[in-house]
Structures are given as C-alpha cells and as structure tokens.
C-alpha cells in the first residue's frame, strides 16, 4: 500500500531552526510537494523536489533522497506565524497526490 | 500566481437537503480539478478528479450518486452534496491543474469551503 509518515506534532521556538520529517513508499514517484497549512484555511504550495538535494527559498528549504524514500522541510528564523500544519504529499506514478496527515507545528516565544 | 475560487466558503444547511459548491480557476485553464475533502486534524483525502468534459473518476468509498461534479467548462467545477446528512459536514477543498503549466507545482488550491449539516 501507500504510505506517508511525518510526525504528529512538533514544538520549536521563535528564531530558532526545526526540520520536518517525511518518509514515503509509494507506487512510483513524480515528485513530493510540502504545503503549508493554517487553520481553518486550504493549503499554500511549499515547494516541490522531484531530484536529490536541497531546494532553498528563503527561510524555506526542502530536502529530497529518492533511494531512502525520506524528505525534510527545514525552516528557519521562525516566526509566529510559521505556526500551522506542514503537509507532505508524493505525486505517484498515476500523477495522483498521495497526502501525509500533516505536522502540527506550534512555534513559542 | 494563479488563483481558484470557491463559492460558498461556507454553508450551513438542514439535513435532507442539497448543497452545491463551486469551483472556478480565475486566470487560467483547468482541464483537471480536484476535489478533496479534510476533517478536523486530518489530512486531505481525494475524493474524486473531475476532467472537463468527461465524467468525473471517484476514489473507493465515495458515493458518486451523492456527490455529483459537474465539469461543464475550462474554468468551473461543480460539487454537489445530495441529501447531505450531519456525516457531510466538513472542509471541501478543491485545486485545478493549469493547463498551460508544464510544472508538477502547477496544481493550485481553492480557499476551501466549510460545510455543516444540522
């Protein structure tokens, strides 16, 4: 079956760095998208990796190892308004998003 | 960027009764729009890929008789829940594909719409 895993929730502080967990198996793969998700509101496109590396946008950057299925979104300076839920999501080989459940992060002063 | 409306962005409705809500790409061409349903602290679950002109293709476990989308044209979809039950109620959120975008990252999200069946 497919299957996406990042952690539930997790808890940083304001001008510090964390790094966002995503482990994949999926019937193929086209690429694996991070959205960015507040409350109450659809979700706001990330980035996008479909090779190796890092990809950097500002204080956003997103990391992608196709051989170990694992992905990292990494931000850093956080600000308040960073608190929301950070989705994973892989485009199988149907070019069908396959979502993770999504990480609460909670960001305190 | 690109942008997608929904209509209503929310919906309060009596059990019983039929609900339609609207999605439309402003700016740009959707051949592909898709529907996509979210319960509190869950992720998005797909529901059904709608491709204009054509019937629309339901995930299992969606009734397609209950939730019927209509493409009619490049720039709207139409999702309607038919004699919604308390069950129904939740975030409906749909996306479109440009048609024009020769990215995967092309694929952008409605504003979600809430629904609520009492």
């Known amino acids: 079956g497919q299957n996406i895993d990042q952690p539930t929730e997790m808890t940083a502080t304001e001008g510090a760095i964390v790094q966002i967990n995503c482990t994949y198996q999926?019937?193929?793969?086209?690429?694996l998208f991070w959205y960015q998700q507040h409350a109450g509101e659809a979700p706001t496109f990330l980035s996008y990796?479909?090779l190796d590396g890092l990809e950097e946008k500002g204080r956003f950057s997103s990391f992608l190892s196709r051989s170990k299925g694992y992905s990292y979104l990494l931000l850093k300076e956080l600000q308040m308004k960073d608190s929301a839920s950070y989705l994973c999501?892989?485009?199988?080989?149907?070019?069908?998003?396959?979502w993770g459940a999504g990480t609460k992060l909670i960001i305190k002063p | 960027g690109a942008v997608v409306s929904q209509h209503p962005s929310r919906v309060i409705c009596k059990s019983g009764t039929s609900v339609k809500i609207e999605c439309r790409s402003l700016?740009?061409?959707?051949?592909?729009m898709f529907w996509y349903r979210q319960f509190p602290k869950q992720s998005l679950m797909l529901m059904a890929t709608?491709?204009?002109?054509?019937?629309?293709?339901?995930e299992q476990g969606v009734e397609k008789d209950k939730f019927l989308i209509n493409h009619a044209s490049l720039t709207l979809s139409t999702l309607t829940v038919t004699s919604a039950h308390p069950e129904d109620s939740s975030f409906y959120i749909c996306?479109?594909?440009?048609?024009?975008?020769?990215?995967?990252?092309?694929?952008?999200f409605g504003p979600g719409t809430r629904l609520l069946v009492l």
């Open positions: 996306s479109a594909r440009d048609l024009a975008g020769d990215s995967m990252e092309t694929q952008y």
């Open positions: 700016d740009f061409q959707a051949t592909t």
């Open positions: 709608s491709n204009e002109g054509s019937k629309a293709t339901y």
């Open positions: 999926t019937s193929g793969f086209n690429g």
């Open positions: 990796n479909v």
């Open positions: 999501a892989v485009l199988d080989s149907n070019y069908q998003l396959i």
